[in-house]
């Protein structure tokens, strides 16, 4: 990463003001940076294996306005913190959305921990439907009030949890804090993409946060979620619904939709 790069990122993240290594500057990228790259797994869904490369995601998720998943999203945004001179560590966590807390889950979620002024923060840009959109005290047990929704983050022995409240507590995904290699990254990619079971490989999974409204499309249903409570589920009938979602509501280009005819053409 390097000063231009830089640029062009907090260009693409429509981030204006200064630019300083404090918390004001932390909350402001997290806040625009799932606004802006939505999450997308076109790639996965395509049957082609996101490259993990910096270079190759800076591209992809700068330079050609795509958007991408938690190792893409989040290293993306981990080189973006370092260069800042924020101290950021990766770290892998099991997914339990949608299940019990004690579920039976592998580590193929990447998130960060950011080092500042003697506190931790958890800070990921990469979830989806429950992605974050500020950082939250890793070690303060009580709600945490963000810009889209309360959560927080439970502590039992070694594992932390974080929950997200949506009329009850609901469990996010839950880590331990370990030291995490780039080949542990490139494993769990290579799974998600590739095994016959991932939902990366056989659903094509969209979302984007913004400071009102949650969107999410799977199953050929696009739900738009209000922070006041309002819900909307809307039916994409076909593939021009489809695109057109694509480029309106999430903020793609053509590109995106080429790579995605690449699966309907085959």
């Keep these: 990463m390097d000063e231009l790069k830089i640029e062009k990122y907090l260009e693409r993240i429509h981030y204006s ?4 290594t404090n918390l004001e500057t932390l909350r402001k990228i997290h806040q625009l940076h799932p606004k802006y790259i939505p999450f997308e797994n076109i790639d996965s869904y395509t049957g082609t294996v996101p490259s993990l490369e910096v270079n190759d995601i800076f591209k992809k998720l700068v330079i050609d306005s795509r958007g991408g998943y938690c190792y893409e999203q989040n290293l993306l945004l981990s080189e973006v913190l370092r260069y800042l001179g924020f101290n950021v560590k990766l770290q892998l966590g099991r997914v339990v959305w949608g299940r019990q807390e004690d579920s039976i889950a592998a580590q193929t979620h990447l998130l960060l921990i950011v080092d500042f002024e003697g506190k ?5 840009c990469g979830f989806g439907t429950a992605t974050l959109t ?3 005290l890793l070690d303060e047990e009580g709600q945490q009030q963000t810009p889209n929704g309360i959560f927080k983050i439970s502590h039992k022995e070694e594992t932390y949890t974080l929950w997200m409240w949506k009329e009850q507590w609901l469990p996010v995904y839950r880590f331990i804090l370990e030291h995490v290699e780039h080949a542990d990254l490139d494993i769990s990619n290579w799974y998600l993409s590739t095994h016959p079971d991932s939902h990366f490989k056989n659903k094509l999974i969209l979302s984007k946060v913004d400071e009102n409204v949650r969107y999410t499309y799977t199953d050929r249903v696009l739900n738009i979620r209000s922070d006041n409570g309002a819900k909307e589920s809307i039916s994409i009938e076909n593939e021009m619904q489809l ?9 793609l280009k053509e590109n995106a939709i080429e790579a995605l005819k690449s699966k309907a053409d085959a």
């Design 17 to 20: 003001g200064e630019v300083e």
């Design 243 to 251: 695109y057109e979602i694509l480029l309106n509501t999430f903020g």
């Design 120 to 124: 931790k923060y958890v800070v990921d």
């Design 134 to 136: 500020t950082p939250i």
